[in-house]
């Protein structure tokens, strides 16, 4: 028959098995400590790589931002409206239409020369006025015709027209005299006569291609000046050149 162990050997016993059982706890806990960290620093040495990655990589440069287009400036809609033309053949009162600038080494020939005209002139109204026709010459003692005229309305026999006109020195001017006077010292209508006073004149140069004829320059003097039955005679010397076209 076994003996019973004593109380000290048990209890010796009892402290070996829990030595034991602690020094494995101790070990697997361990083990699980190791473990922990070898896995920590698996995760630590990744996380080091995914940063260095992240360092080395280039950054992107931001894309450019395209400037707006400039806004187009809309064509203006409006049509430019076309300058008014004068109707055929008509012809802005006051005024002589002439070709283009004479030359002034133009040789001019003589129309006329010499040609005397006696001229009446009564009222103010238009009938009672007396008119001549410079390509001709001659007096008109009916119609109206508007180039020149001899009146005795405001001032006796002042003379109305509707031509280029200038006053020159004389008859002894010359047809380059009249258009350069005409160009830089014009006269005006209505011209109050005067003894011995040359006036020059360019005729219409429409009413002249119309006819048929020539445009005329043409010196008008008055050599006197008298009264008829209250009415202002004026006697006048005409001289006409053709102009050169």
């Not at 806990?29 to 190791?34: D, H, Q, T």
């Not at 620093?41 to 931001?62: C, G, H, M, V, Y």
């Not at 219409?204 to 005329?216: F, I, V």
Request: proline residues 9%.
């Amino acid at each position: 028959m076994t003996s019973p162990q004593n109380p000290a050997t048990r209890q010796r016993s009892y402290l070996l098995v829990i030595t034991l059982v602690v020094s494995a706890l101790s070990l697997v806990v361990g083990l699980a400590g190791v473990g922990l960290a070898a896995f920590a620093l698996s995760r630590s040495s990744q996380a080091t790589d995914l940063a260095k990655q992240a360092n080395e990589r280039p950054i992107a440069a931001p894309a450019a931002t395209e400037a707006a287009p400039a806004p187009e400036t809309p064509a203006p809609t409006t049509a430019a409206t076309p300058a008014e033309e004068p109707a055929d053949g008509a012809v802005d009162p006051g005024t002589t239409e002439t070709p283009s600038e004479v030359s002034p080494t133009a040789e001019y020939t003589i129309a006329y020369e010499g040609e005397h005209l006696r001229v009446r002139s009564g009222g103010c109204g238009a009938g009672d006025a007396m008119h001549i026709d410079l390509a001709e010459p001659r007096v008109l003692n009916t119609g109206y015709n508007p180039e020149f005229g001899v009146f005795g309305c405001a001032v006796p026999g002042q003379i109305d027209t509707s031509l280029a006109v200038a006053q020159v020195s004389g008859p002894a001017a010359t047809p380059n005299d009249c258009q350069e006077t005409i160009r830089t010292n014009p006269g005006r209508s209505p011209i109050v006569p005067t003894r011995g006073m040359t006036v020059c004149a360019i005729t219409d140069y429409q009413r002249a291609t119309a006819s048929g004829r020539p445009q005329k320059l043409v010196f008008v003097t008055v050599d006197s000046m008298s009264t008829e039955n209250e009415n202002v005679v004026l006697n006048l010397t005409l001289k006409a050149w053709n102009i050169p076209q």
